[in-house]
């Protein structure tokens, strides 16, 4: 440790040295500055067709990264009057090196993201810049649009409630503003389509995050869903709840804590009889694959009877349950729990059972994002979790300096007792910052707080105080603008208004746009004058007083989320101070509570009614903190190595399914479905080595007849001497060959090429939703296995591979047999039709608060089902990596591939029986 310190004083810190590495190009930008100032307005602007010609020759982006910084930062100058920094440069060169710019806020990261994106577009590729919000994406579009246009690249949009038309228009585009949510999605969206041109997505070659930590941690948590309603399945849902009345206490293990309940050795063993003596058992145990559903149901309906409660949780008002939210005690009608409990809970009080949601599609943000092929991106706080983005997104996160010394001050934290003795504290320090005329941000961890704050600070006489909180970004961004006013009071839960800076003495730009609008001329320019004026009394006041205070009401759970409390104070050089005040009823402190935190209080001499602020306890408490983002963090690496696995198959789907919609022609793909089928026909008639005297020919002909529409009698062919297997499936696939061919003819080519495309598409999507459902189910129940000493994601994978084996085999017997019994009317087939998009939900569950944030609205073409591509799931996964068709490959070398032909992943096997078999 202490050679370490030595050394780090003398040679600087890693990220020291990273910084220094880039100092030699920033001299190299600075050089060009008078050259680039030279230049007229459209010697600019052809730099951009300059730089493209010499890519289209060979030279490779990082060649041009000095002279197009260059450009960038002059168009900026001309058309913004804003010149970025050096530190800035430093920014965008980090970001355009697959990093995470970690920068303070106030230093500009917006327009830091234009170099980057400047460079990375003229590839033609299409740059995507990802914000939180719809605001944001407007904003920054508009705004840092003027440089991107007068160079000549053009700018894209993608927010709720766009057309399909308007969205291929936004992704089209050289640069393209939008947000995780609808990046998200329009990705989902486009893997349901039918056709190539219907797609909105044109790749995923170069994408910056803003806000990063917040996307691709704390919004990871959950997955993008877009789902619809199911078969009705009452009746399973009744009778499961009869069987949940024999289940009593010892039958399950209920942990209030944790809010779980599991059933115990015994309650297993009870419940598989019951299932069994009511005829609903499949197979031999309760845990085989076929009864993966079925346990689903049961663990519903365990939840209902004993962990929910009538009038407590939940109530029955017209024929409906309607839940009851347990922080505010309101109703929330429209609200419904997801995983089927809902529905367990309307077969247990005996109401209308609603269908239940049936996943489409769905995606977890870390494998949407790790499509990308060069991802970065930009955030005050980035390095607490610097472990997470490097083994999940294979991101370095580099701490860029700032542009001018910070100089807030951030003092230990004070601790109470009780949380009544804390908020007093609280509101005596903000009535002392209003009286002096120090603007305040107190920042709170629940909206219920932040209310409670308001109303004691109310009681006391405080005015010009106002609450914010995550639900109307453009009205927060205009408040918060507003919050570095001398005397401001304002109250923010989970730091609404992220993205727009608090300037002290308060926003210019805000201002202009709130006071000045509709004025012209000259009656304009005095109206934006007196601001200005206004402005600068203002901030001087603030400075006077000492800069914003930043008040954190408790600790979160992650240091970093406080970090970004901290870092709204003390902008570019600005004075500030930050202090967080706790108490021992904290939710972290009374959830997860700190070794010896009370002995430590002891001998530090806290009474009643007194606070202690000191270094020990700051530290304590920043390592707890610590210990819970290790835990946090093993749980999504842990969720995101099941999601993998599912991944993997979805991959392999979507490329086939790509490769589909390309074609203009699938009847090879469907003759070789059609002889596969015919040999399991005979695989399970024939048994193998069996003599002819053993063959099932009874059932061969069965077969026959409901999968493939032959009427054959075989019955005979036993008899034939030197008969053999190879021969029965000479004459089988010769006639199901005929067959086809008879109905090509009476059809005509055309029609029926259309037809065959369209059942292998369908029967696609239908058979993978089912697969993702079961799939769910599976990974709820799997954990069980540990009881008996075996590793559940192993378990995991091995069944997901029997499972998707299972898929493979279904779609083609389904393909074919619908092949085989279809009749076309003679006109040109519809195109296939897509979900009642008024059934169909978007799904993002916000997870601080629980809500949904996606709109449950669709725009676009739905019809079908897909997933995501990403890197395989780990390298021990030894069930995968026995199928040549889950082995990562390029797209690319599988175009034009002949069936015939050697498979390219160098299998060994033929195309048509690897990457490009069903």
């Not at 031999?284 to 209902?304: K, M, P, Q, T, W």
């Not at 009071?489 to 609008?517: C, F, P, S, Y």
């Not at 209080?601 to 903190?625: C, D, F, M, N, Y």
Request: proline share 3%.
């Amino acid at each position: 440790m202490v050679f370490a310190a030595i050394a780090k004083a003398i040679f600087g810190s890693a990220n020291d040295r990273q910084i220094k590495k880039y100092q030699p190009k920033v001299d190299a930008i600075n050089a060009l500055e008078p050259q680039m100032a030279k230049l007229s307005d459209a010697e600019l602007k052809a730099k951009t067709d300059e730089f493209k010609a010499e890519l289209a020759k060979g030279r490779k982006l990082e060649d041009l990264l000095v002279p197009a910084f260059a450009v960038v930062r002059e168009a900026s100058r001309r058309v913004l009057g804003m010149r970025h920094f050096d530190v800035q440069l430093i920014g965008g060169m980090v970001l355009n090196e697959r990093s995470i710019a970690e920068m303070r806020t106030g230093e500009g990261k917006t327009l830091v993201a234009t170099l980057p994106v400047y460079l990375n577009a003229l590839e033609g590729k299409g740059v995507h810049v990802v914000t939180v919000n719809d605001y944001l994406a407007r904003r920054d579009s508009q705004w840092m649009g003027q440089i991107y246009n007068f160079l000549g690249l053009s700018t894209g949009i993608i927010v709720h409630g766009l057309s399909d038309a308007e969205r291929r228009q936004s992704y089209a585009a050289d640069v393209t503003y939008g947000t995780n949510n609808e990046f998200g999605f329009d990705y989902l969206r486009d893997n349901m389509k039918y056709a190539r041109n219907q797609m909105a997505q044109r790749g995923h070659a170069y994408a910056i995050v803003d806000e990063v930590d917040s996307i691709l941690i704390d919004e990871a948590r959950t997955p993008l869903i877009i789902s619809g309603p199911t078969e009705d399945r009452s009746e399973l849902y009744l009778a499961v709840d009869d069987i949940m009345k024999g289940i009593v206490e010892g039958d399950f293990d209920h942990d209030e804590k944790q809010r779980s309940i599991t059933f115990t050795e015994s309650g297993t063993e009870k419940l598989e009889g019951l299932f069994r003596d009511a005829g609903l058992l499949k197979g031999e145990g309760l845990y085989d694959i076929e009864n993966v559903n079925l346990v689903h149901h049961a663990n519903s309906a365990l939840r209902a009877h004993k962990m929910f409660s009538k009038d407590k949780d939940y109530i029955v008002r017209n024929d409906e349950v309607v839940i009851i939210d347990e922080f505010t005690g309101r109703m929330m009608p429209g609200r419904r729990y997801s995983e089927g409990l809902h529905q367990a809970l309307e077969a247990k009080e005996r109401v209308k059972i609603q269908p239940e949601n049936q996943t489409l599609a769905s995606i977890t943000f870390q494998n949407y994002f790790r499509l990308y092929k060069k991802l970065a991106g930009m955030t005050g706080t980035a390095a607490t979790e610097a472990e997470e983005f490097a083994n999940i997104y294979g991101l370095n996160v580099i701490t860029v300096p700032t542009n001018v010394e910070i100089k807030r001050l951030d003092e230990d934290d004070a601790i109470f007792r009780t949380a009544d003795e804390k908020f007093s504290e609280i509101a005596d320090l903000i009535i002392d910052c209003q009286k002096r005329g120090q603007p305040v941000l107190v920042g709170t961890t629940s909206i219920e707080k932040s209310e409670m704050l308001a109303d004691l600070l109310k009681k006391k006489g405080i005015g010009n105080m106002q609450v914010l909180n995550a639900r109307y970004h453009e009205q927060e961004a205009h408040i918060i603008a507003d919050a570095g006013v001398p005397g401001a009071v304002t109250i923010a839960t989970n730091m609404a208004g992220r993205g727009t800076d608090i300037q002290l003495g308060g926003n210019l730009e805000m201002r202009i746009e709130k006071e000045a609008t509709g004025l012209e001329g000259v009656e304009r320019d005095i109206k934006i004058g007196k601001i200005k004026e206004q402005i600068a009394r203002d901030k001087e006041k603030a400075l006077a007083a000492g800069g914003l205070m930043v008040i954190g009401t408790e600790r979160h759970e992650s240091r970093r989320i406080d970090n970004q409390l901290r870092g709204r104070s003390g902008r570019q050089g600005d004075p500030g101070h930050s202090k967080f005040f706790l108490s021992l009823q904290d939710d972290l402190m009374r959830i997860f509570p700190v070794e010896s935190m009370d002995s430590m209080l002891g001998k530090l001499g806290l009474e009643q009614g007194e606070s202690i602020t000191h270094p020990w306890v700051t530290k304590a408490i920043e390592r707890a903190q610590g210990r819970v983002e290790a835990r946090n963090f093993d749980i999504r690496k842990n969720i995101l190595k099941y999601d993998d696995v599912m991944n993997d198959q979805r991959k392999v789907i979507f490329e086939q399914r790509l490769e589909l919609m390309d074609k203009e022609d699938v009847q090879e793909t469907i003759q070789d479905m059609r002889h596969d089928v015919v040999d399991a026909v005979i695989a399970r008639s024939i048994p193998e080595r069996a003599y002819p005297e053993q063959w099932r020919m009874d059932q061969l002909n069965e077969e026959l007849k409901t999968q493939l529409n032959l009427v054959i009698d075989t019955t005979d062919w036993t008899h034939e001497e030197g008969i053999d297997v190879e021969i029965v499936r000479e004459r089988l696939v010769k006639a199901a060959d005929e067959a086809a061919a008879a109905k090509v003819a009476k059809y005509t080519p055309e029609i029926m090429r259309q037809v065959e495309k369209s059942l292998l598409l369908q029967a696609i999507d239908q058979l993978w939703r089912d697969h993702l459902v079961t799939l769910d189910h599976l990974s709820k129940v799997v954990g069980w296995r540990g009881l008996a000493q075996r590793d559940p994601l192993n378990e995991y994978k091995q069944e997901a591979y029997e499972l998707f084996q299972k898929l493979l085999t279904d779609m083609r017997e389904l393909v074919i047999k619908q092949l085989s019994f279809v009749e076309v009317q003679m006109r040109a087939p519809e195109p296939p039709q897509v979900p009642d998009l008024s059934r169909v939900s978007e799904i993002h569950i916000d997870p601080t608060t629980g809500e949904n944030d996606a709109e449950s609205q669709v725009s676009g073409t739905i019809g079908g089902r897909l997933a995501a591509a990403g890197p395989l799931a780990d390298g021990d996964n030894d069930v995968l990596d026995a199928d040549p068709r889950l082995r990562p490959i390029d797209p690319k070398l599988l175009v034009g591939v002949q069936r015939n032909a050697p498979c390219p992943c160098g299998s060994g096997k033929k195309f048509k029986h690897c990457h490009g078999s069903f």
